[in-house]
């Protein structure tokens, strides 16, 4: 029997699935009390150093009194209200801020409860776009591969087929258009045959496509690629020429994570529509949005529907309004440009891991770093490792990556570095 502040950890095993995870043969799940600034705090006592920030989430760390703040005095005005025919001051504040921030002709705001439904409203968007202006044919989505856009349906159809397992699907999922995926690295030359390819996508197929979504300049979850800015370019330019929309999802790289606040700025291109989500909140729960411009928002409600079709229950919570209006005003005072550029400076020493046998590509970009492996990592062993060396990173595939939150002193950031590095030394992968 558990007493009552033990984290019952049979239970969980028994009965809770965790994410990508067998119910047969659960991967362990380390049980953890509570977590404070850049610390994680583990029922055994061990506190960890977190290298993760919760999943692309958590900038400014954990149990921040002013995202508690504004958490409570939230509370205590109403924590949920519907948002059919009500609005309120935090939705309207954090949509402000929204507009302010991302490209100019981004002036239209859909709250999601989360990057995934955030992304099925984007394609929504694009596909009543066109059936509103009359064009009935325009239903697919082109994408290139190694993509990540979600796990609900539409979502899923664009991610890559084979790390999305779209053959155990097949006849129920979407079939999308998929592009190769980008090539030429952040820091490379650009390879102009990309840009022969994805033409020739374009002209055999714009007349079913709807549009193009892509994750800006990283590719995070389909293997952590940094790509070079010119694909980008030559995307935005080829949907302006056949009519396709641009479909941007910043759900991981928005926020000043790739050391622009929006990926997009490093190939100074606006998006058509956009998703945020992740860091939105500061990590603290969950709530996305898609951005849209005044043409796009104009086109799908002048149409037949006249109206855009989608409406969640928690659509707009103040709750999660009043947190990402508080996460972005902290954002700004604990100036995120200073505290990425200090961090991928710190992370540079990542690159000693290049001369481990075992490694075949280090790189950073902005507050993120990546260590490529010869061979895919088994999570459970290393993970324990990683505990053990007072760490919390969360490897998949043949990557071991850091997105830390961006208040990581230099000690935090030499800690996660040189646990990674002995990771690899020592073989606990
Ligand atoms: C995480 C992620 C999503 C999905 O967001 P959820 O909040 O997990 O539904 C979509 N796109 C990208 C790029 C992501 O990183």
Sequence with gaps: MCTDNTIDVEFDRQHIWHPYTS??????????????????????????????????????????????????????????????????????????KLIAMTPKPLQKVFLADGGSVSVEVAIKMAIQYWFSQGNQRKHTIMTPAKGYHGDTFAAMSVCDPINSMHSMYRGFLPEQHFVPAPKSGFYDEFDEREAAVLRSHFQAHHEDIAAFIIEPIVQNAGGMNFYHPQYLKTVRQLCDE??????????????GRTGKLFAVEHADICPDIMCVGKALTGGYMTLAATL????????????????????????????????????????????????????NQWLEQLKACETLEAVTNVRTLGAIGVVELKRTVDVAKIQRFFVDNGVWIRPFGKLIYLMPPFVSSEDDINALCSAIYKAIAQDAY
């Design 23 to 96: 119910m047969l043969k659960p991967l362990p799940n380390y049980p953890v009390t509570h977590a404070n600034g850049t610390r994680i705090y583990l029922q055994s006592g061990e506190s960890l150093v977190d290298g993760m920030a919760s999943w692309w989430s958590a900038l400014h760390g954990y149990n921040h009194p002013e995202l508690n703040a504004a958490i409570q005095q939230q509370s205590q005005q109403m924590s949920h209200i519907m948002f059919g025919g009500i609005t309120h001051k935090p939705a309207i504040d954090v949509c402000k």
């Design 242 to 255: 056949f009519n396709v929309l641009l479909i941007c999802d910043e759900i991981a790289t928005g926020f």
């Design 292 to 343: 849209t411009t005044d043409k796009v928002a104009r086109g799908i409600c002048e149409g037949e529907a006249g109206v855009l079709m989608h409406g969640p229950t928690f659509m707009g919570n103040p709750l999660a309004c009043a947190v990402a209006d508080a996460s972005l005003s902290l954002l700004y005072k604990n100036d995120w440009q200073a505290q990425v550029a200090n961090i």
